[in-house]
T-cell receptor, first 113, second 115 residues
Framework: SQQGEEDPQALSIQEGENATMNCSYK?????LQWYRQNSGRGLVHLIL?????REKHSGRLRVTLDTSKKSSSLLITASRAADTASYFC?????????????FGKGTKLSVIP | EAGVTQFPSHSVIEKGQTVTLRCDPI?????LYWYRRVMGKEIKFLLH????????ESGMPNNRFLAERTGGTYSTLKVQPAELEDSGVYFC?????????????FGPGTRLTVT
């Protein structure tokens, strides 16, 4: 499997429900980030969690990180139709000089009004 | 503050032709990155500039790809000659100097179609 693999690949929920997406990775990381991509648009940064953090909140977003299991989850509470997008986790596992991010294939979230 | 911009938004070229993609980072951002997503695959890192210097070009697929960042401002990514497998979306991102290994700001991408 790939570094930064999300599951599920696709998720369809009703507006108001919560959406949970998971991400697994293989190597040690400096941080893990979640991005959103609306159709035809660029990637929008949602939240970053550092390797020494276990949980982080931002508005309706909650991210957890379990470095022992090399996994993270993104929870979107009280979903809205506008949350419909693809969500990617990205890990920063590089050395001191480079800041390259490694992305998973993403979870396509559909929120039905 | 203007975000990262990329030009063109979409390019359709024939196999064997040359295409040049342009990225204008957020003003003042020393770090500039190129990524691409080919059909059905994950977004992959291509290279990282710090100002005008290539910090990491480990993701460049082959010597048909040439990236430059003259003067440490905008960057270009040239594909010459283009092959069918180069089709995909090319993203540029930037981040400030010493971003504490944090957020990268992405542009909208250039969709490249090679026929």
């Amino acid at each position: 499997s790939q570094q930064g693999e999300e599951d599920p690949q696709a998720l369809s929920i009703q507006e108001g429900e919560n959406a949970t997406m998971n991400c697994s990775y293989k190597t040690s990381i400096n941080n893990l980030q979640w991005y959103r991509q609306n159709s035809g648009r660029g990637l929008v940064h949602l939240i970053l969690i550092r390797s020494n953090e276990r949980e982080k909140h931002s508005g309706r977003l909650r991210v957890t990180l379990d470095t022992s299991k090399k996994s993270s989850s993104l929870l979107i509470t009280a979903s809205r139709a506008a949350d419909t997008a693809s969500y990617f986790c990205a890990t920063d596992a590089s050395g001191a000089g480079s800041y390259q991010l490694t992305f998973g294939k993403g979870t396509k979230l559909s929120v039905i009004p | 503050e203007a975000g990262v911009t990329q030009f063109p938004s979409h390019s359709v070229i024939e196999k064997g032709q040359t295409v040049t993609l342009r990225c204008d980072p957020i003003s003042g951002h020393d770090n500039l990155y190129w990524y691409r997503r080919v059909m059905g695959k994950e977004i992959k890192f291509l290279l990282h500039f710090v100002k005008e210097s290539k910090q990491d070009e480990s993701g460049m697929p082959n010597n048909r790809f040439l990236a430059e960042r003259t003067g440490g401002t905008y960057s270009t990514l040239k594909v010459q000659p283009a092959e069918l497998e180069d089709s995909g979306v090319y993203f540029c991102a930037s981040s400030p100097h010493r971003p504490t290994r944090g957020e990268q700001y992405f542009g909208p991408g250039t969709r490249l179609t090679v026929t």
